[in-house]
């Protein structure tokens, strides 16, 4: 060790330099700066504005299970570029640099815990991880967290954030649309219930498949849900649509989901719902 290095490990009052990465958060509707602290603390829900921020997994599970606490299932084990994808860069090293980002391992991670005393299994997707594209590691973390709630007997709650299939697996990545349905029959073959929270944004091939098969369909304010992009609808019907038509607000406008529930109501919604659909699964 150096010297430099010797005063400088000596020295009490080096705290850590405070800089706007770390003091403020710029909410991504309004374009307010807000302390990160007080954003956070608000559940990432912007407090001028009430924007929805996206949020991962883990600040997710956090919130929704009794005491923050929870056990990871472990991520399943798929073969990784079974195509050998190459465009600009190979997928190999867009999978590296997402895992570098994220930490996770893929964009579906699934954890059971207690809602309210009552035991759950839930699923998040990380938009975060290339988009929450959901190639074969998704569809299989789907069928894990499906099948731990049948082994627990008790109700499986996903959170969808998606931009759709994953390119880079081509056909193999739709393949897990019909996969993940199945997994869903399974689910009400056991007679347990299947819920599903649509959060920003939800599009793809994920809502074409289990984003839309809950017993009860929630989404967060302001939430992004459709197949296909807006222009691209457009274009192929040659009409014009309302401003909005994709947003949670319509949607439950027009029957397609049951409940827009802000966040900060979305766990006692949750625990209710749970009560109710499966009210002999509790815990002891």
Request: hydrophobic share 40%; charged share 25%.
């Given at each position: 060790?150096?010297?430099?290095?010797r005063v400088?490990?000596?020295?009490?009052f080096?705290?850590?330099?405070?800089?706007t990465?770390?003091l403020?958060h710029?909410?991504?509707?309004c374009?307010?700066?807000v302390?990160?602290?007080?954003w956070?603390?608000?559940?990432r829900?912007?407090?001028r504005?009430?924007?929805?921020?996206?949020?991962?997994p883990?600040?997710r599970?956090?919130?929704l299970f009794?005491?923050?606490k929870y056990e990871l299932?472990?991520?399943?084990?798929?073969?990784?570029?079974?195509?050998?994808?190459?465009?600009?860069?190979r997928?190999?090293?867009?999978?590296k640099?997402?895992?570098v980002?994220?930490g996770?391992?893929?964009?579906?991670?699934?954890?059971?815990g207690?809602?309210?005393?009552?035991?759950?299994v839930?699923?998040?997707?990380?938009?975060?991880f290339?988009?929450?594209?959901m190639?074969?590691?998704?569809g299989?973390?789907f069928l894990?967290?499906?099948?731990a709630a049948?082994a627990?007997?008790?109700?499986y709650?996903i959170?969808?954030?998606?931009?759709?299939?994953?390119?880079?697996e081509?056909?193999?990545?739709?393949m897990q649309?019909p996969?993940t349905?199945v997994?869903?029959?399974e689910l009400?073959e056991?007679?347990?219930?299947y819920?599903?929270v649509l959060?920003d944004p939800?599009?793809?091939?994920?809502t074409?498949?289990?984003?839309?098969?809950?017993?009860?369909?929630?989404a967060?304010?302001?939430?992004l849900?459709g197949?296909?992009?807006?222009r691209?609808?457009?274009?192929?019907i040659r009409e014009?649509?309302?401003e909005g038509f994709q947003r949670?607000?319509?949607l439950?406008?027009?029957?397609?989901i049951?409940?827009v529930?802000?966040?900060?109501q979305?766990?006692?919604?949750?625990?209710?719902l749970?009560?109710?659909?499966?009210?002999?699964?509790?815990?002891?």
């Amino acid at each position: 060790m150096s010297w430099l290095s010797r005063v400088k490990k000596g020295i009490p009052f080096l705290p850590k330099r405070q800089t706007t990465d770390n003091l403020w958060h710029k909410c991504g509707k309004c374009r307010t700066m807000v302390f990160l602290k007080e954003w956070e603390d608000n559940l990432r829900v912007c407090p001028r504005c009430d924007h929805h921020d996206r949020i991962g997994p883990r600040p997710r599970f956090e919130q929704l299970f009794d005491r923050a606490k929870y056990e990871l299932l472990p991520a399943p084990e798929v073969r990784e570029d079974p195509l050998r994808f190459k465009a600009k860069e190979r997928y190999t090293e867009k999978l590296k640099e997402a895992r570098v980002k994220t930490g996770e391992r893929d964009a579906l991670l699934n954890a059971r815990g207690t809602l309210d005393g009552n035991n759950i299994v839930a699923g998040v997707q990380d938009f975060a991880f290339m988009g929450g594209s959901m190639g074969i590691a998704v569809g299989a973390a789907f069928l894990v967290g499906v099948r731990a709630a049948i082994a627990d007997q008790c109700p499986y709650i996903i959170f969808t954030a998606s931009g759709g299939a994953r390119m880079q697996e081509a056909a193999l990545s739709l393949m897990q649309l019909p996969r993940t349905i199945v997994a869903v029959s399974e689910l009400r073959e056991a007679g347990l219930p299947y819920i599903v929270v649509l959060t920003d944004p939800t599009t793809g091939g994920v809502t074409a498949s289990y984003a839309m098969l809950g017993d009860v369909q929630i989404a967060e304010p302001g939430a992004l849900i459709g197949f296909a992009g807006q222009r691209v609808i457009e274009q192929t019907i040659r009409e014009k649509l309302p401003e909005g038509f994709q947003r949670a607000e319509y949607l439950l406008e027009h029957g397609i989901i049951d409940m827009v529930v802000p966040r900060h109501q979305l766990r006692e919604r949750l625990s209710q719902l749970v009560g109710y659909l499966a009210p002999e699964k509790q815990a002891a």
